[in-house]
């Protein structure tokens, strides 16, 4: 519950974006991560770019989706070697990475107090992040053949599972992505049935998800992201408004009207 609460009020809000902790740099070059190896798979937030700008921002960050006390979590070099470690305990590790792979991930230990203060036990969390995942069961569609073809335009057909390489092999190279039974795939150890060999999946803990999904959100306003689908389905498109409303729709417009291509608009 701590783990959920912490991701509700840090990334909860539209405006935020996240982003893996190895994507901190040495340099300006980025070519080595300045994070720690057991703490480069933490998720940090930050806050999105304003509306409007028209110079980039430094970045506003917001903490990281892990335990610990709040000054050091909401502190940006706290996944860094340089930053305070404390007590850690292992979360990600050879049971699943499999032996010998790299991935790892430590969190902070948090003690648990009881009413009359004494300590009564520990506990940590991380919070990975899917976003970053190829997935490998893409739904099935269930759709009509105008909504399949809306469908089609709007997400990736395939994942392109088959190419993905866990640094020896490609374990999918041979798999029937196409079998009717991959929808059906609710975690990453279930992907094994489609591996070269058993477990070869495992050091792929950190890039490949099982099944997930997402909602297409504007990071900049919040709410969800204007779709033109429907308004670029009209036999008449150009002036137009985001708010879904047609020229011949507005109040003192004649209904049916075509609307004035050389004065489209997009606010």
Known sequence: ????????????????VTVAADQLSEDSEGADTSAAANRSHWTGVYKSWGDGLETRPEPEFVGWLV????SLTNSLDFATSSGAAGELVELVG????????NGNVEAPLM?????DGKTTGKLAWWTGDQGVKATFALPEPQLGTEELVRANLQAAGKSGIEVLSNG?????????MDDARVSS????????????????????????????????????????????????ERPSVGDFKLDGTHP????GATPGAAPNIGRGSCG
């Open 1 to 16: 519950m701590m783990a959920i609460g912490q991701l509700q009020e840090r990334a909860g809000d539209d405006r935020r």
């Open 168 to 176: 020896r092999g490609k374990p999918f190279a041979d798999a029937d």
């Open 94 to 101: 050879e049971g699943t990475l499999g032996p010998g792979a």
């Open 67 to 70: 335990s610990g006390e709040h």
């Open 248 to 251: 011949s729709d507005r109040p």
């Open 185 to 232: 795939i609710g975690g990453i150890r279930q992907t094994s049935f489609y591996a070269s060999e058993v477990n070869q999946q495992q050091s792929l803990f950190h890039d490949l998800a099982g099944y997930s999904t997402g909602l297409l959100t504007d990071v900049v306003k919040g709410g969800f992201r204007k779709d033109l689908s429907m308004e670029l």
């Open 111 to 115: 003690p648990v107090n009881a009413s």
